[in-house]
């Protein structure tokens, strides 16, 4: 079975702080996703990796960032955190160019903003 | 750009009765359409997926969604509900070569 690992559940920080979301998957997919999912809105896209040290911005990276250093990990930063980025924040991960497979979600980071 | 659109932000129900869950879509090209499920406290679980061939796709769990390529329309139906079936729905629209795009969801909520 796929697994995509969040690391944690939930997260309190305050303000202006250098925020870290890790997420780890095990099944050796290029892609890697991360979202933000709102009441009322969904799922909307931050950031996507295709490949190690590749990035591509998604729908809403404004005040987001990402690293992918290793094929397994791919990291979210908030570089200084406001309340409005207060969201469940959920990572994915696909095999390259195979769009009729499913993307496999970890079980998501609540993340306050206090 | 393609979007998805989830009419029903939530959809109340007793359990044993029949529901349906709305989804529409802008392509007018060949397109992926999945059905996604997120209990509670838990991240997305693919729930059925189209890709090509017999219009109509089933799950494991009893649901099924039907692709209506004339309305654009990817409806996810069970004919008897059950509680555990409470959760939110999410449809999305293959963008290719990598991406989805996914509808704002649909909570279920089955009461007894």
């Known amino acids: 079975d796929v697994k995509v690992t969040q690391s944690s559940r939930y997260l309190v920080k305050r303000t202006g702080e250098k925020v870290f979301l890790e997420c780890v998957q095990d099944m050796d997919h290029e892609n890697m996703f991360w979202y933000r999912q709102d009441p009322g809105l969904g799922l909307r896209l931050i950031y996507f990796?295709?490949?190690?040290?590749?990035?591509e911005k998604g729908d809403i990276p404004e005040g987001y960032s990402v690293s992918r250093e290793k094929k397994e990990r791919f990291s979210l930063i908030l570089e200084s955190a406001s309340t409005n980025q207060t969201s469940m924040y959920l990572c994915a991960s696909s095999f390259l160019g195979a769009t009729d497979q499913p993307q496999h979600f970890g079980d998501g980071t609540r993340l306050s903003i206090l | 750009a393609q979007s998805v659109t989830q009419l029903d932000s939530q959809v109340p129900v007793f359990e044993e009765a029949p529901v349906e869950l709305r989804c529409n879509y802008s392509?007018?090209?060949?397109?992926?359409l999945f059905w996604y499920v997120q209990y509670p406290n838990q991240g997305l679980q693919l729930l059925l997926k189209?890709?090509?061939?017999?219009?109509l796709v089933e799950s494991i769990n009893g649901f099924e969604a039907e692709f209506n390529k004339s309305q654009t329309s990817f409806h996810l139906r069970k004919p008897s509900v059950h509680i555990s079936d409470t959760a939110e729905y999410f449809c999305a629209v293959s963008d290719p070569p990598d991406k989805l795009i996914f509808g704002t969801g649909t909570r279920l909520q089955v009461f007894p």
């Open positions: 392509s007018s090209v060949s397109v992926y």
């Open positions: 189209y890709l090509s061939g017999s219009t």
């Open positions: 990796s295709y490949d190690v040290k590749m990035k």
